[in-house]
Nanobody, 124 residues
């Protein structure tokens, strides 16, 4: 129905940058879906990182990434991006893309569709 595929993860030094991409596909995917990024480090719960509404006008960020991460989307390509700058050791996690049929949220339970995740590792 809806497939989300993340890419762009990898190993980066502290202070560096990475850009994650999430390509959405599937017969039922709509560009009106809200999209979000979450992350999960070992032993931790999955936490909210950023979200964007269908038009891209409204964006939301978790407190730990405000001012460093930027979420954007290209509806013509059905792709959502997460530009990450000034990366810290604490940003190390698996990053997940998610789609929300009904709006834009920072609550993970509101999202119906999830990707498999991409690993981001920040080294000192």
């Amino acid at each position: 129905q809806v497939q989300l595929v993340e890419s762009g993860g990898g190993l980066v030094q502290a202070g560096g940058s990475l850009r994650l991409s999430c390509a959405a596909s599937g017969r039922t995917f709509k560009s009106t879906y809200g999209m979000g990024w979450f992350r999960q480090a070992p032993g931790n719960e999955r936490e909210f990182v950023a979200a964007i509404n269908w038009s891209g006008v409204n964006t939301y960020y978790g407190d730990s990434v405000k001012g460093r991460f930027t979420i954007s989307r290209d509806n013509a390509k059905n792709t959502v991006y997460l530009q990450m700058k000034s990366l810290k050791l604490g940003d190390t996690a698996v990053y997940y893309c998610a789609a929300d049929e009904h709006g834009t949220s920072w609550y993970r339970d509101e999202y119906e569709y999830w990707g498999q995740g991409t690993q981001v590792t920040v080294s000192s």
